[in-house]
């Protein structure tokens, strides 16, 4: 599970990148252009924190499931002694 969140982290973060590149281009100035340019750096501002949220929960969720798993095996030795 951390791994698909590390996943989707990434790929927030690389739309939150491109996004405040099309805000610092001359693309977000064009007449006809899908919004203005700070409608694109807020974009790309919540993309990037919704990445972090995301990170953080890949993070703990690798955690958990790291201690989940030495506390199983520290359970199979003390039944083994």
Excluded: H
């Excluded at 989707?8 to 977000?28: K, Q, R």
């Amino acid at each position: 599970m951390g791994r698909n969140l590390y996943i989707l982290a990434a790929s927030l973060l690389l739309f939150a990148l491109v996004s405040c590149g099309v805000a610092y281009t001359n693309i977000a100035q064009q007449p006809g252009s899908p919004g203005d340019a700070s409608l694109w750096r807020t974009m790309g501002l919540a993309l990037f924190v919704l990445s972090l949220v995301v990170a953080l929960a890949g993070i703990l969720s690798s955690l958990f499931e790291q201690a989940e798993r030495r506390a199983e095996e520290a359970r199979r030795a003390k039944r083994k002694q």
